[in-house]
């Protein structure tokens, strides 16, 4: 028999909702733990690392939602810790770290000062436009002055990368934080490629 009055049908029930909710978190779970991860590994800056913790955090509440309804008890012990895992690394990013850099940022805003810290990670740029990113910086053991960074060129993610040794006479730190050098990325990459435990005492 037709219904001819759609608008008075039965509203859904507990358990048909409970499925719903269940079906929801078992796609949002997976999406939310793999970009995550994306945001967290790139390596982007504190703010970008602590909302990647917030992403996990919605990831691992969508896994305890699956948990409790398909009755995985070890699933659901092991994201209800994650999810504590997840807000101490909220508060580590977001709210610690984030105020270290802001105030290191505001302390080289008034006077001639770099927190070398934002050094890691940094891009560099050269007059043809990047020219590496810095992975480390070197500095002498007495009086702690910058001697040299490693900058990395090509490869994907690490693999396939060379590191090379740029003098700190060689680069310079603009107003807004920015690493320049007046190297090209040919002459960076004429430069001898280090190898592991072989990097210069001093350049």
Do not use: C
């Not at 890691?120 to 480390?136: M, Q, Y």
């Not at 990395?152 to 934080?177: K, Q, W, Y």
């Not at 320049?180 to 960076?188: D, G």
């Amino acid at each position: 028999m037709v219904n001819r009055f759609p608008s008075l049908r039965a509203p859904a029930t507990p358990l048909v909702m409970a499925g719903s909710m269940n079906e929801v978190a078992g796609w949002v779970a997976p999406i939310a733990t793999m970009i995550a991860a994306m945001m967290t590994a790139a390596n982007l800056g504190a703010r970008v690392t602590g909302w990647g913790f917030v992403v996990f955090t919605v990831g691992s509440v969508a896994w305890t939602i699956v948990a409790i309804g398909t009755g995985q008890t070890n699933l659901l012990a092991t994201n209800g810790f994650l999810t504590l895992v997840n807000l101490v690394g909220i508060w580590r990013w977001l709210g610690r770290q984030a105020t270290v850099e802001d105030s290191g940022a505001k302390a080289a805003e008034a006077g001639p000062l770099t927190p070398l810290g934002a050094l890691i990670g940094a891009r560099v740029e050269g007059p043809g436009g990047e020219a590496g990113k810095i992975v480390e910086a070197m500095a002498e053991s007495d009086g702690l002055r910058l001697n040299y960074v490693i900058v990395s060129t090509g490869g994907v993610g690490g693999v396939g990368e060379a590191l090379r040794a740029i003098p700190v006479r060689s680069i310079s730190v603009r107003d807004d934080g920015s690493v320049a050098t007046r190297l090209t990325r040919a002459e960076i990459d004429s430069l001898p490629p280090l190898q592991k435990d072989h990097w210069p005492a001093a350049l």
